[in-house]
């Protein structure tokens, strides 16, 4: 085993961890092979990795404020806002496309941004800010909707977004070149930028990143603006691929958010990480239910066997290290 | 701090002051309270045209039974410095099993109940190995048994139904007088006591500064273990109020107390940072949360907005006790 060691390359564990998640997707992908056989098709497999990438994109938003040891419980209302806004504006006119589309993404990022001044200038812990957030998205989301009974409501989502989530471009469907686009920019920023190291220090330590010059507070509210501005790209996304919009359609992405950013090997108390890890742990999540749902097990296996396998990974290689 | 300095900084004000600045977060929840009631009798009567009686009375504090308890519960494990998203799963399995299985008598309910009660104590005791054992963070962990606990759940209640014994129903939640206060009463006296036994010393030591109270001595494992065992147990008792309120059954309903309970324990004054509040707090906050709910209701408030002015209400209580109790810890 020591002999064998010795030909690995020499890694810090939070890479080894992206290893492990990346692992983990890939034999989830072969025992979906094993017990549906045809499993791995490339249609099935296409089908699976662009549903992963709207975890994806709402994972990349958590990832990024995960790292400073906060965490985003408003995404659902973002992401579901932000659908409804895109189609209520828009009334499925691609005219109007372009300026529908900016303006669900700045209403993320403004909500984001509120949120990381809530919890950089006012204190106000993470999970208070965020939930607190979300039911005040929800309610003026149902309230100015009337209860989603608009008539705008039923608008479709624009044919040019429609065809972004289910086109494709030299035989990928354009929602994985988005997402490619997104792995690639995320990882950069995270770990070339002024930007990606600043994120991490304050993760790592906010006294010590303070002292040597990061704004905390600027970054904070950056980081959170980021993850509003994923949460409505996702919701872009969604209803293109759904192509109406729907209330409680975010609700599966709260969760699942956090699993694939954990799974995916960050940490979630702050400063250790990489969004390659969490893209493979969105993998595995969608992976994961395809199986079930291949095997047609019923809800409730599904839900067991969901909670089961993100403990056995996690008590696999997401264990802190001995105290 | 070289304890000269320390020394220099020790509070010099009275013995009221002092207590006053240790339980801050209680006394704030305590008028958050007190503003809350008051809001309700003054809307009511502008509303009704009279004051609240002993009907709405009963319905309030029935109504908040769930949610004090599973509160509570919430309380013991954010005071480690940890967080509980099973909490709605275990309200879910307690209510769908009490659907199922109660029956007709008060015999064969007040039976089941002991065992529902135990079953939600080893839903805890899961948590509190795989958080203890398993060195995972809270968070985390109880993510994945939320989803466990909600396919059982959904395992052992596929549609909402059952039944539960109206002698359960008149026991718990009597419609008739607010007789459930008791088990408040109760729950108060019996975290009073909790409070000053070993393991409630030790759950504020390890919220504090966990490496500290281990090398002191404190065995955080066991600490810990019975913070989620006594968590999940009260969560079940909630599914049990929930069960005897809604005299059926439904394995969904519960989901809704994982946020809630967080929102409590927060009005409370119990810091998610842990080692502060109490579960004291944690009713109060409980409290709070149902009368604002009937607040707005009685208010004619559109119930689209609801959660609108339920988040907004929550940001300024959090922000207006995060500045109070900072100016008066600072004055001292």
Redesign the interface.
Request: hydrophobic share 55%.
């Given at each position: 085993m020591k002999a064998a060691m010795k030909y690995l390359p020499r890694l810090a564990p939070e890479s080894w961890r992206v290893v492990y998640a990346i692992v983990a997707a890939i034999v989830l992908f072969l025992i979906g092979e094993a017990v549906h056989p045809g499993f791995l098709g490339l249609a099935n497999v296409e089908t699976i990795l662009v549903i992963a990438s709207f975890v994806g994109l709402v994972a990349a938003g958590q990832c990024f404020v995960i790292l400073i040891g906060g965490?985003d419980?408003s995404v659902p209302w973002v992401l579901n806002a932000g659908a409804i806004v895109l189609a209520t504006t828009s009334m499925g006119l691609d005219a109007r496309a372009p300026l529908a589309v900016a303006a669900t993404l700045g209403l993320g990022i403004a909500v984001g941004a509120v949120n990381g001044a809530?919890v950089a200038w006012?204190?106000?812990?993470a999970?208070?800010?965020t939930?607190?957030?979300?039911?005040?998205i929800?309610?003026?989301v149902?309230?100015f909707t009337?209860?989603f009974t608009c008539a705008a409501c039923s608008a479709y989502a624009p044919p040019v977004v429609q065809s972004l989530a289910h086109g494709a471009l030299l035989g990928v469907p354009d929602a994985l070149w988005l997402w490619v686009v997104v792995i690639v920019l995320v990882s950069a920023v995270l770990s070339i930028t002024r930007f990606g190291r600043a994120t991490y220090a304050l993760g790592n330590n906010p006294r010590a990143a303070v002292l040597a010059g990061v704004d905390a507070r600027g970054l904070t509210i950056m980081l959170y603006a980021a993850s509003g501005f994923f949460a409505a790209l996702a919701g872009i996304m969604l209803v293109g691929f759904g192509g109406q919009a729907s209330l409680g359609m975010g609700d599966p992405y709260l969760?699942t958010s956090?699993?694939a950013v954990?799974i995916g090997g960050v940490n979630?108390?702050g400063g250790r990480g990489h969004y390659l890890g969490v893209a493979a742990g969105a993998v595995s999540l969608t992976v994961l239910v395809s199986v079930l749902l291949a095997l047609n097990m019923p809800?409730?296996?599904?839900?067991?066997?969901?909670?089961?396998v993100?403990?056995a990974l996690?008590?696999a290689y997401?264990?802190?290290t001995?105290? | 701090m070289p304890p000269e300095t320390s020394s220099l900084t020790l509070p010099r004000g009275s013995r009221l002051g002092h207590t006053i600045a240790q339980n801050i977060g209680l006394i704030l929840a305590g008028s958050i309270l007190l503003l809350a009631i008051l809001g309700f009798v003054l809307i009511y009567a502008l509303e009704q045209h009279r004051l609240p009686g002993n009907f709405e009375l009963t319905s309030t504090v029935n109504s908040a039974m769930p949610l004090v308890f599973a509160a509570v519960g919430q309380s013991f494990v954010v005071l480690t410095k940890g967080i509980d998203l099973s909490v709605g799963g275990v309200v879910d399995l307690a209510n769908a099993m009490a659907a199922v299985t109660m029956g007709k008598t008060l015999g064969s309910a007040l039976l089941w109940s002991v065992v529902i009660l135990f079953v939600g104590a080893a839903c805890g005791l899961l948590n509190g190995l795989l958080v203890g054992l398993g060195r995972l963070q809270p968070i985390v962990v109880t993510l994945g048994t939320l989803s466990i606990f909600q396919g059982l759940a959904i395992r052992v209640l596929p549609q909402p139904g059952g039944a539960i014994p109206p002698s359960f129903t008149d026991l718990l939640v009597n419609p008739n007088a607010p007789y459930a206060l008791i088990f408040i009463v109760l729950l108060g006296l019996g975290w009073a006591a909790f409070r000053r036994s070993r393991p409630g010393v030790d759950l504020y030591a390890i919220g504090n500064d966990e490496a500290a109270s281990r090398t002191l001595g404190v065995n955080v494992l066991r600490t810990k273990i019975i913070a989620y065992m006594l968590d999940g147990l009260l969560a079940a008792a909630a599914g049990l109020f929930l069960a005897a309120s809604a005299t059926a059954g439904d394995a969904t309903t519960g989901d809704s107390y994982t946020l809630t309970s967080i929102v409590a324990v927060v009005l409370g004054g119990v810091s998610l940072f842990g080692g502060r509040g109490s579960a004291i707090g944690a009713i109060a906050g409980a409290l709070i949360t149902t009368l604002i709910v009937d607040i707005l209701f009685f208010g004619h408030v559109d119930p689209l907005f609801q959660s609108f002015y339920e988040g907004v209400f929550l940001l300024i209580a959090v922000v207006a006790g995060g500045v109070i109790g900072g100016a008066i810890r600072r004055r001292r």
């Open positions: 965490i419980l809530g006012f204190g106000i812990p999970v208070v800010m939930l607190a957030m979300n039911g005040i929800e309610g003026l149902l309230g009337g209860g969760f956090i699993a954990v979630i108390l809800d409730y296996v599904r839900s067991i066997a969901y909670g089961v993100i403990l996690l008590l997401g264990r802190e001995e105290t | -």
